[in-house]
């Protein structure tokens, strides 16, 4: 029977020992994933700082535009020139209030957002978009003589455009002046 419980005691002290090994073991890996975590937490906090930095530089940029925006539309919007604008996909971004009544158009914004060949013949938009070309590509001002546009009614006018290459909403335009 002592042979059976000194047995017993040594299989126990064996059992112990596994388990303080493995307990080592597991608070070794605890203390890593605590370190990874920590890591990991800190990234995190870095992360969502810069974050909120570029959204409020966003913020800023976008503050910038409308403030900027504002001011061109309070010098372009009822001016007598007629001004249309275009951007690089050849979509009319903004048509003044002058050249909207010019063009016979409901509202100046009725054609804003359409592609400016909507509302030409063919053979007139592959000049018109040659044009347009030159102009983006070397920035050099364009003239355009008896361009036929149709507006939303169907009633067709004739145009002389002056164009040359600015920026709308910080982006690449074509500003074509109606005559």
């Known amino acids: 029977m002592s042979s059976y419980m000194s047995h017993t005691k040594k299989e126990l002290v064996e059992m112990i020992e596994r388990m303080d090994a493995e307990m080592e073991q597991i608070t070794s890996e605890l203390a890593a994933l605590r370190a990874e975590h920590a890591e990991i937490a800190e990234t995190h906090e870095r992360l969502k700082a810069e974050l909120e930095e570029l959204r409020e530089e966003a913020r800023e940029r976008e503050e910038s535009l409308s403030e900027g925006y504002a001011v061109f539309k309070s010098f ?20 003044n209030n002058a050249a909207g009544q010019h063009l016979k158009l409901p509202t100046p914004y009725a054609i804003v957002g359409r592609r400016i060949f909507d509302f030409f013949e063919y053979r007139e938009a592959l000049k018109l978009k040659e044009r347009i070309d030159h ?34 909403e910080d982006m690449p335009s074509i500003k074509m002046a109606l005559k």
Not at 143 to 163: A, C, P, V, Y
């Open 76 to 95: 372009v919007d009822d001016h007598k020139d007629m001004v249309v604008l275009v951007d690089a996909t050849y979509t009319i971004r903004y048509v």
């Open 135 to 168: 102009t983006f590509l070397t920035g050099e001002k364009g003239k355009i003589k008896d361009l036929r546009f149709q507006n939303l009614k169907q009633e067709t006018f004739l145009l002389k455009l002056k164009m040359s290459r600015v920026r709308y």
